[in-house]
């Protein structure tokens, strides 16, 4: 059964029970209601009943007078001498049977010493209606008078109000299926709705906008899908994203891989000549022990960004003298500098400490000289350290060979190269510019470059000084 089946049957059911019981309540009081007005009308009547017997005497033709007295009020008449026994009654045999049509004990208690009390005998099992009165002055040896009339004629008028709501109550009930249907169907449109969204999104359709102009929590609800479709459209971009780059990463780590795997095996091959020198022996073992730093500086490089992207605790920070750091730095790569005839020089306008993780820095700074030492082949590479409010801005620029705008955006990212061929000669892994952002993206921080070609490159990043 759907939702709108469900909805249509509890709204009638409902509805039903609600119509069933306000008409029941209803019979029920209009006819409580029309009983205690016939019962006073009773007690009224059985006062003018009783006055008409006491105003007759002997003179008077008493019985047929007194019948077409209470023939008006349609009862059933009896009368009573002191002693209880009927003297004259209108029922007939067959309904003046019962005791509780005759003057009894209790009656005569009740209505001896008041003449204003009137014994009303209403009593649930018995079918009729009796009241009783004592009589004073009235036709000689009358000394009681009883009424009774069958309650069944009180009722007549909630039978034909019963009618009249029964048929209400049916017409109620219609009206109510035909709302019922429609109001479910409204009700039960904008959830089918939302259900086929959802679905639709489950699918992986998340290009269609679910339209609904309600202000209510449907539409709210349909404002959520929508977002939640959005979400799972960038979502899913960017998982295609990351899946066309973790297959692009392993392609380049087996290309990178490969490359130093044939040279090492030709050198292999080489050295098994036993006519080859000694100096192309020794050249190619040099050329093999090449191969395998660059193999190991590459998985150095892939565990360190597998450590950024996995470890929390990727980063030691420390206290880091920042001037004292520098220089030792420099003292590390002049000799370096020297060989290619290169100035390399440090200038300091501050020396606070900076908190960050002395290894991880040492990292960086050694990737940005190392790779301003392949790409300049005169003229200088200057290391500055300058303070910018609370901060340290340490800056590598060299006179370099530069680097092209276009290259500029994707200069960071792992296996990388503006000019492939060349790098490799240069023994690069293709990771080092990726390693320093994920280090400096763990300092809270990151790695800007301004280049122009021919003129030189500027690597910079800043780290907040420990107050």
Known sequence: MNIQAKLSVTYILLLIIGIITISAYAILSIRFF?????????????????????????NTDFFPFITETTALFDYDLALFDSTGIPIYNTQPEQVFVDSREFLSEVVVDSVLGNYEEIYVMNDPTYSRLVAFAKVEDGFPSVSYLRISKDKEE????????????????????????????????YMAAPIKQLNDAALNIADGQTHETLEMDRNDEFGTLATSLNKMAERFKKDNRQLQLLNEKQNQFFADIAHEVRNPLHTISGAIEML???????????QYMVTMQNQVERVVRLFNDIKMLQRYDMDEHFIDKEAVEIGSFLENIITTYEPLAQEKNIELSLKISTNASVNADRDKL?????????????????????????????????????????????HLD??????????????????????????????????????????????????????PIIS
């Open 362 to 406: 040492d990292q960086v700074m050694d990737n940005l000289i190392m790779n301003a030492l392949k790409y300049t082949n005169e003229g200088s590479i200057k290391v500055l350290c300058e303070q910018n409010e609370t901060q340290i801005q340490i800056s590598v620029e060299d006179t370099g060979i530069g680097i092209a705008s276009e």
């Open 410 to 463: 994707r200069l960071f990212d792992r296996f990388y190269r503006t000019d492939k061929a060349r790098s490799r000669d240069k023994g690069g892994t293709g990771l080092g510019l990726a390693v320093v952002r994920g280090i400096l993206k763990a300092h809270d921080t990151d790695i800007l470059v301004s280049s122009e070609v021919g003129k030189g490159s500027r690597f910079y990043f800043q780290l």
């Open 34 to 58: 029309l009983f205690a007005a016939g019962l006073d009308e009773f007690k009224n009547d059985m006062r003018i009943v009783r006055q008409a017997v006491e105003s007759s005497d002997e």
């Open 272 to 282: 098994q000549i036993e006519a080859l020198s000694k100096e192309k022996k020794a």
């Open 154 to 185: 009180y009722y007549e008028a909630v039978d034909n109000i019963r009618h009249i709501i029964y048929a209400g109550m049916l017409f109620s009930i219609a009206a109510v299926m035909v709302v019922s249907f429609i109001f479910s169907k």
